[in-house]
């Protein structure tokens, strides 16, 4: 039990964690071990199913301690395949993840928070403002809630990205334990390739997700002005575009690992041809990919999708700078899969039902 006399929750501990609770208790590491694999790679529900312990233990694990495990209260899935959850934490917040199919491919982009303080302009979750931060266990239980709905259609998670609602590096702790069970391999086993934190530019944070994990990064620059950034994400005035692109040039990214920018394409904002070549010039001593994405209209902004082809035109001039550019497709869009939509629908419903402000 906890200090308040709650059971703590073991959902979202890292091995380490398991470990020094069960010191605690005068157990032998290789208990916390076996907790750990059955929580992650066998998504255990309760301390009923882990046969490999014994039944004193059993007991005394249930008497202390208990095992979240969110489940959505709205599924949708789109004509794309693109899966998306809304949960309702145990406070009555919202939060969204989607599993996003390419090929073999099985990415799961969860949330690290619930609201978000960065306030970028385009974005339906700023609109909603900060409410909290998730735990490691609300992250986690993301995951293995994706991992849980793949694996009943014969699949698993292949990657995970920190893309979902909330800025994972304004939440780092709890970001960083989660990458930490995910990449384990006693727990879900993906390597670090497979694992992408994306931020719109926590310079000091980057560096320690870099120094600290084996995840990849990715930054979201979206201009190629302070100015227009700085209207775009008000982040940009703590971290401008000359901090973001000297953190990309003075670390090497080594093997394995690579830093990719993402570029948000929006009409008449940041889509022009001077936009592409000063891309060009700020990032073509860098070792990024760039993943062009247009942006996804929605009744919450004032900002247009790119004319079809703007990409095309942005993956060519970058070509010529030596950079690789990649252009993301949309997916999800039959169910609102861009960042925060879904809740924001699902407010204005609650606030219509319940008059909710
Ligand atoms: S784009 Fe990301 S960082 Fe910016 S407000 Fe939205 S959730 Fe926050």
């Not at 395949?81 to 993840?97: A, N, P, Q, R, Y």
């Not at 974005?123 to 403002?129: L, R």
Request: hydrophobic share 35%; with cysteine.
């Amino acid at each position: 039990m906890g200090v308040t006399g709650v059971k703590v929750d073991l959902k979202g501990k890292t091995l380490k964690e398991l470990t020094d609770l069960f010191s605690g208790m005068g157990k032998e590491p290789y208990r916390a071990r076996q907790v750990f694999r059955w929580l992650y790679e066998k998504l255990a529900t309760s301390f009923d199913e882990m046969t490999d312990l014994s039944r004193s233990f059993r007991q005394e694990l249930a008497e202390r301690f208990r095992i979240s495990w969110l489940d959505p209260s709205e599924t949708r899935v789109s004509g794309d395949g693109t899966v998306k959850f809304l949960f309702t934490l145990e406070d009555g917040e919202g939060i969204e993840s989607v599993i996003i199919p390419d090929g073999e491919r099985r990415t799961v982009c969860v949330s690290t928070q619930a609201g978000c303080r960065m306030g970028c302009r385009f974005c339906a979750t700023a609109g909603a403002g900060f409410v909290r931060n998730l735990t490691s266990a609300e992250i986690i239980g993301q995951v293995c809630y994706a991992e849980k709905f793949l694996r009943e259609r014969g699949e698993r998670v292949t990657n995970v990205v920190f893309m979902g609602m909330g800025e994972p590096l304004d939440n780092v702790d709890e970001v960083m334990k989660s990458i930490e069970i995910l990449t384990s391999e006693l727990g879900f086993g993906l390597g670090g390739k497979r694992v992408t934190v994306s931020t719109c530019g926590l310079v000091p944070e980057m560096k320690k997700i870099f120094h600290e994990t084996r995840a990849q990064i990715a930054v979201s620059l979206n201009a190629t002005t302070d100015r227009v950034r700085e209207r775009l994400m008000p982040v940009n005035r703590k971290y401008p575009i000359a901090e973001i692109v000297d953190f990309l040039r003075s670390f090497d990214p080594g093997p394995g690992r690579k830093f990719t920018v993402e570029y948000v394409l929006i009409d008449g904002v940041n889509d022009s041809v001077e936009d592409a070549h000063r891309l060009g010039r700020l990032l073509k001593r860098c070792r990024v990919k760039v993943n062009l994405i247009p942006y996804n209209e929605n009744e919450f902004s004032p900002f247009r999708s790119p004319p079809e082809g703007r990409e095309e035109v942005f993956r060519e001039i970058l070509h010529r700078y030596g950079i690789q550019a990649i252009k993301r497709q949309r997916r999800g869009g039959d169910i609102e899969a861009a960042c925060g939509q879904l809740r924001g629908k699902i407010r204005k419903k609650l606030a219509r039902q319940y008059g909710e402000k």
